[in-house]
């Protein structure tokens, strides 16, 4: 079953914005939650606290206040004070009631009772035997066990609110716990969220690019895949349809430059078989003039037919899939026939070459590696002055062939490093030695040792010294 795969690339963006601050939300309200809890549970220690306190006090009061009343009584005899005595005792009534309503243990709810019913036992005792009389003197001193009972109390009412305020800090601790171990997982998971999210959102982008890339390459035969969302696996679709296209069209250049390739030698042969025939007066003789116009034609017909081969070995050289010839050779011999091949031009622009070859046998195809050669030494040609030395030198290492060429040049300009190797690109700083080149030999070269999986690069040289160039092949001999 395939995947669900979101409509646009917007849409993507907002599911994974969403996911992502969910977590972050969730952590908001579950930090709101505590807050609003504790809270609540500061507002009712504080509550009990000045309940406790204030109840605790009035109840002392109130009976001092009743003792107070009791002994007025007791020695004037004045009625009035019994009504007073009553209310005295309705009001610690309710005190003791709404002291029942905190916070206290079974133990000081038992003191609170206990107090309740010595209270009232004092008011049927002192009120209902005569004044003065023994046992109306007898409830008077049992307000020593009431003040005792008030004074446990009021203590027990400090015990429990010390108690209310450390469970509040233990809360208050425990909803900081709480929230640490919250917040950090709900981090954590808003990371991982990220994560996934970013990896699904470049993921993509990335695919595309490097399609870009393979096709700027001319690879064109890697299908392009993209998997995301359906706007982007559109683009791929029609990247993919781009991709054919340019296929086609590379086969049909390929196929133009084939055809127009042959189309050219056919009469170029011709000319250079007439220019010949000319040269060597085989239709008669010439004057210095004609002589003069014949060196001509065979020199720019020469000049043509290497340029028209170049065209051709650089578009063979873009088919990796033609069939290679290879075979056991001396590179050390095919160096030193090419740099033979060159002598009379070398000669002409007044060069030396400075020769350290080692006997290297190698595995390859002796066309592409000539050509290589080749087109490495008319490249130093072209960038060397008159009177100067190109350095040549050649050695195994590790199975492996190191071909390193030097010119006596002013070397390649930085920015032109990375262009050198460019189909038709030519330096500013080439010693033109005739009819100026198509700017194929580098590339062709480049092309060439890819074949035979080795390397051709641009060594880093001081301002001035010439460019140093270096190849590197396996020597894979049989």
């Not at 990371?191 to 490097?210: T, V």
């Not at 194929?440 to 035979?452: D, K, P, S």
């Amino acid at each position: 079953m395939k995947p669900y795969r979101p409509k646009s690339f917007f849409i993507l963006l907002l599911t994974g914005f969403a996911f992502v601050t969910l977590p972050l939300l969730i952590a908001l309200g579950s930090a709101e939650f505590y807050i609003n809890n504790l809270a609540k549970q500061n507002v009712l220690a504080v509550h009990n606290s000045v309940a406790l306190t204030k109840n605790s006090r009035e109840l002392m009061d109130h009976l001092l206040s009743q003792e107070r009343k009791a002994r007025l009584y007791d020695v004037l005899g004045d009625p009035a004070d019994i009504p007073e005595i009553k209310q005295k005792q309705t009001e610690i009534k309710f005190i003791i009631e709404r002291l029942l309503k905190l916070p206290f243990e079974n133990k000081e709810k038992q003191l609170l009772e206990d107090l309740l019913g010595s209270e009232n036992a004092f008011v049927v005792k002192f009120l209902n035997n005569s004044r003065k009389s023994p046992l109306s003197q007898e409830a008077l001193q049992d307000f020593s066990v009431l003040y005792d009972l008030a004074r446990r109390i009021l203590s027990a009412s400090q015990i429990v609110m010390t108690s209310e305020n450390e469970k509040y800090r233990n809360a208050v601790q425990r909803a900081q716990t709480s929230l640490l171990w919250q917040t950090s997982f709900l981090i954590a998971l808003s990371i991982i969220l990220l994560s996934i999210f970013a990896y699904l959102l470049i993921r993509p982008i990335r695919q595309i690019d490097h399609a870009l890339v393979r096709l700027g390459d001319g690879n064109f035969s890697t299908p392009v895949d993209i998997s995301g969302p359906r706007d982007l696996e559109l683009l791929g679709t029609r990247l993919d349809w781009l991709r054919s296209r340019l296929a086609n069209l590379e086969k049909e250049k390929n196929k133009f430059v084939a055809h127009f390739s042959h189309e050219l030698k056919t009469p170029l042969a011709s000319v250079r078989e007439s220019t010949e025939l000319l040269e060597e007066e085989v239709v008669g003789p010439l004057n210095e003039q004609q002589k003069k116009v014949v060196q001509i034609l065979s020199k720019n017909s020469r000049q043509l037919q290497k340029l028209i081969e170049n065209i051709v070995n650089f578009n063979m050289a873009q088919l990796r899939n033609q069939p290679f010839f290879n075979t056991n050779f001396r590179l050390d011999a095919l160096t030193l026939e090419i740099i033979e091949d060159h002598k009379a031009i070398l000669i002409s622009n007044n060069l030396a070459v400075d020769v350290k070859i080692n006997e290297v046998p190698i595995f390859g195809d002796p066309n592409q590696i000539r050509t290589i050669i080749d087109n490495l030494l008319s490249n130093a040609i072209k960038h060397s002055p008159s009177g100067q030395k190109i350095y040549i030198s050649l050695q195994s290492s590790n199975d492996n062939v190191i071909f390193d060429i030097v010119d006596s040049g002013t070397g390649v300009l930085p920015e032109e490093r990375t262009k050198i190797f460019t189909p038709f690109y030519q330096g500013e700083n080439v010693l033109y030695k005739g009819i100026k080149g198509t700017g194929l030999g580098l590339a062709i070269a480049r092309e060439y040792v890819a074949n035979h999986n080795g390397t051709l690069e641009l060594l880093s040289s001081d301002e001035g010294k010439g460019a140093h160039f270096r190849m590197i092949l396996p020597q894979g001999c049989n």
